[in-house]
Every structure is written in C-alpha cells, then in structure tokens.
C-alpha cells in the first residue's frame, strides 16, 4: 500500500487552507450594511450606530446602518436571513426578534437558529421595576406580599412583547396574580404611569432613571442577573426577593447561515475589540446598555437557551402577536 510522503501531505494541508485564509485576510473588500430590524431612534438603532462607527475606523471600509423595520422585527430579520451569506449583510438582532417572535409568532418567516451564523452580542439592556408613589412597597419582597395580599389587583404597564414577558416572568416566578395592561408605545405607557393609572411597570433603566431620580417614580430593582453599571446602586430581583429571576433584552450581530467561518470569526473579532474599548463602553452605558461579547459559539447556545425560556413564558402566559 502506498503511502504519502509527510511533507507532501504538509504542503496538501497548507494548500487546501490557502484559499480560506486569503478570504479572511482579504475581507471586508467592500462596504458592509448592519440591518436595524426597527425604526430610528431606539435602542436598538443606538447600539447598531456605535458598533459601526468603530468597525468602519478598523477595518477602513464603510459599515452602513439600514433601518428596516416593521412587524416586531421580523422584517428587517428576514431580510438577512434571505441575503447572500457574505458576510457583507449582517443584522442587530435581539431577545425578541431571535429568542422570543419565534413562539410569539405561529407561522415565523425565519428560522432564528437555522437561518443565521451568530457572531456576537454587543448589549444588554436591564430592565427596572418601578413603581408609583403611590405603591406601598419599597423593595421586591414588599412588592410580592402585596400582590399576594391583593391578587388582581396591581396592575403593570407595557409599550411591547419583551416588557409584557419581563412581567409575566416575574409574575409566574412569584406565584402572584398582577394584571398587565397594554399600551401601543412608551409614549403613552410612561404618562400612564406617572398619572398613577397603573401600578408598576418593567421599564429600560434609561428610560426609568430620570423620574426615579425625580421622585415622580420609585425604583425597586433591576432585572438582570448582576448589578448594572448603568444603575450601580439598585439590587437585582434575584437578591431583592426573587431568587434565580433575570430578564434581560440583548443585541447581537447575525450573519446570514452559511456565511464562510473564517468571516464570521473575523467579525467577531473586531467586533469583540470595538466593544472593549473605553469609549464605546462609556457611550452604550449613557443609554442604559451595558457592553458585552460572546465567541460565536456561545452567542448560539445563548440564543438557544433563551428560546427555550421565553418560549415557556409564553405558553404559560397565553401570550399573543398582536
């Protein structure tokens, strides 16, 4: 039997890896587009901008943002699930459009596992529990025996699916009975709230922090699994009553499936390196999101894990697209 000499078989080794390293040393050869699944303005829409001013500045080629939203995000998702896997189409998806639409959704025109290389997240966004004046509760444990000692009888605001669930998580958790009353936007659920029509809601801290610092709203905790930066002196639901809650929205980057590895590790990297940088870290934690970074592997065990959560508070919850 013959056998190949090994340094033929070195040089077939390198040979067959040439091809892909030219394409990671050559790419980005052209302007790259991030697609923001929502309107300008959001959050969203500020986490995507600071990303790619700084990856235009490292790789020297234009990274452009493209709002492309409507139906939860579901338009702007779909687009870059359909475009060619490049690397030059990539989206800001979040909690919502690839962990919680998908069991919101009966008929979903995307695959948030299938259809996307997952590269990164680049935010998290806590929520606050805050409360009206007017609530005899100055903690989460007071808040629990309060709604235990009066079931259906608080109510909790929402402009939107992820804060409805952020409710409902904490609802379920707590074995209490709250009720969730819905409004179009955070424009009319924050007066809401200041007028006293609700009790509570589960709101962004940046959005939450001028009128608790005000007085006009009493801020309880927040909701991620750790302190936040953006809010350093306010406990997490988990040490403050609730053991083992968190909910958190995030934003990552996704390529289209099927995008070459040696391109979505390239994004990853420089993606990675713009978010450790001081500025960028100062300029996400003035909107109330806090930077952080994954390796592509675990951005997609993350996204499955968190299917799977949110898909368990739906159905408990009973909860609908509108």
């Not at 309060?146 to 669930?165: C, D, E, I, M, V």
């Not at 608790?212 to 988990?238: E, I, M, N, Q, Y």
């Not at 996704?254 to 590895?261: E, V």
């Amino acid at each position: 039997m013959s056998t190949v000499p090994p340094s033929r078989a070195y040089t077939c080794a390198v040979l067959l890896l040439l091809p892909a390293v030219a394409l990671a040393q050559e790419y980005p050869t052209k302007p790259i587009r991030i697609v923001v699944p929502f309107t300008p303005g959001g959050a969203t829409d500020v986490v995507t901008r600071i990303v790619a001013q700084k990856l235009s500045e490292q790789f020297a080629r234009q990274v452009a943002t493209d709002n492309r939203g409507g139906a939860g995000g579901i338009v702007g998702a779909e687009f870059v699930a359909k475009a060619p896997p490049d690397g030059y189409t990539l989206v800001m998806g979040t909690s919502g459009t690839h962990a919680i639409n998908v069991s919101l959704y009966p008929k979903l025109a995307y695959d948030p596992v299938k259809d996307f290389a997952p590269i990164t997240r680049a935010s998290l966004l806590p929520s606050m529990i805050v409360v009206h004046p007017s609530v005899p509760a100055r903690n989460v444990r007071e808040l629990i025996a309060l709604a235990k000692k009066n079931p259906g009888q608080l109510t909790y605001a929402s402009s939107g699916s992820a804060q409805y669930l952020t409710g409902a998580l904490f609802t379920s958790m707590a074995h209490i009975e709250m009720v969730h009353v819905p409004y179009k936007g955070g424009g009319q659920a924050l007066p809401a709230q200041l007028g006293g029509e609700v009790a509570l809601s589960f709101s962004t801290v940046v959005s939450s922090l001028p009128h608790v610092t005000s007085g006009r709203l009493r801020g309880l905790a927040v909701t991620s699994a750790k302190r936040t930066p953006a809010a350093p002196d306010f406990p997490t639901v988990a040490e403050s009553g609730l053991p083992g809650y968190e909910a958190v929205s995030w934003y990552g980057l996704f390529a289209p499936a099927g995008t070459p590895r040696d391109i979505v590790v390239r994004l990853n990297a420089e993606t990675v390196r713009a978010l450790k940088l001081p500025d960028v870290r100062q300029l996400m934690l003035a909107q109330g999101a806090e930077p952080v970074s994954d390796s592509p592997e675990q951005f997609a065990a993350l996204v499955r894990a968190d299917i799977a959560k949110w898909g368990e508070v739906v159905r408990k919850s009973g909860a609908k697209a509108d």
